[in-house]
C-alpha cells in the first residue's frame, strides 16, 4: 500500500541555521513527489515538485528537496531558515496511475530566534 | 476569485445532523479534490472530480459521505447523520487537471466539529 512517512513530529531550529526535514514514501514505482507548508491561519501552499529528471529540486522560498531512489525518500531542506519559516510541513506522494494523493502526517517546525 | 474558496469557514452541529461544506475552486480549473485533516494527522484523501464526474470515490469513508459538483465548478461534499469522529477540517484543492501531478492549489479549509 502507498504510504508516506514524516518520522519528525516536530523540529525546533534556531534561526540562521540549516534544516532537513525527513520523507519515506513507500510506493510501486516512482511517483510525483510533493513538498507543501501549512503556515498558521493559512491554506496549504507548494513549496517544490519532483516529477522526473534532476533528482535535486529547487522551490520557492530557498527550499530544495532531493530525490533518492534507493532509499524511498525526498528530504526538504534548506541552509539558513528564516523565522517565517515556522509553519507546518507536509510531504506529499501523487499516484502516476490514477488520482490519489497520500500526505504524510506533516513536521511542525518551530524557529527560536 | 483569485483561490479556492470554501464555506462555512467553521461549522458547529450536533451528532446526527446533516451537514454541507462548499467548495468554489478557481475558475478554468477541471480538478477538484476533498481531503480531511484530522487533528494531528496528516490530509486523508476523499474524492476526486474530473470535471462532473467523480472516478475516484475510494477514499469515502462511509455512504454517509457523498459529493457532487456542478457546471465544473463548485463542489459540495455532503456528510449525512455526523458523528464525532467526523470533526475535523475539511480541504478543498483545485488544479489544471490537464496531467497528472499537477499542482493543487488549496482552500483554507472548514472547520467542523460534531458535538
Known amino acids: 500500500a502507498q504510504s508516506v512517512t514524516q518520522p519528525d513530529i516536530h523540529i525546533t531550529v534556531s534561526e540562521g541555521a540549516s534544516l532537513e526535514l525527513r520523507c519515506n514514501y513507500s510506493?510501486?514505482?516512482?511517483?510525483?513527489l510533493f513538498w507543501y507548508v501549512q503556515s498558521p491561519g493559512q491554506g496549504l501552499q507548494l513549496l517544490l515538485k519532483?516529477?522526473?529528471?534532476?533528482?535535486l529540486v529547487q522551490g520557492i522560498k530557498g527550499f530544495e528537496a532531493e530525490f533518492k531512489r534507493s532509499q524511498s525518500s525526498f528530504n526538504l531542506r534548506k541552509p539558513s531558515v528564516h523565522w517565517s519559516d515556522a509553519a507546518e510541513y507536509f510531504c506529499?506522494?501523487?499516484?502516476?496511475?490514477?488520482?490519489?494523493?497520500?500526505f504524510g502526517t506533516g513536521t511542525s517546525l518551530t524557529v527560536i530566534p | 476569485g483569485a483561490g479556492v474558496s470554501q464555506s462555512p469557514s467553521n461549522k458547529v452541529t450536533e451528532k446526527g445532523k446533516d451537514v454541507e461544506l462548499r467548495c468554489d475552486p478557481i475558475?478554468?480549473?477541471?480538478?477538484l479534490y476533498w481531503y480531511r485533516q484530522r487533528l494531528g494527522q496528516g490530509l486523508e484523501f476523499l474524492i476526486y472530480?474530473?470535471?462532473?464526474?467523480?472516478?475516484?470515490k475510494s477514499g469515502l469513508p462511509s455512504d454517509r459521505f457523498s459529493a457532487e459538483r456542478t457546471g465544473e465548478s463548485v463542489s459540495t461534499l455532503t456528510i449525512q447523520r455526523t458523528q464525532q469522529e467526523d470533526s475535523a477540517v475539511y480541504l478543498c484543492?483545485?488544479?489544471?487537471?490537464?496531467?497528472?501531478?499537477?499542482?493543487?492549489?488549496f482552500g483554507p479549509g472548514t472547520r467542523l466539529t460534531v458535538l
Open positions: 484543492a483545485s488544479s489544471l487537471g490537464v496531467a497528472k501531478g499537477d499542482e493543487q492549489f
Open positions: 510506493y510501486g514505482a516512482t511517483p510525483y
Open positions: 519532483y516529477f522526473s529528471g534532476d533528482t
Open positions: 506529499a506522494v501523487g499516484a502516476k496511475t490514477g488520482n490519489q494523493f497520500y
Open positions: 475558475s478554468g480549473h477541471t480538478a
Open positions: 472530480f474530473q470535471g462532473n464526474s467523480a472516478p475516484d
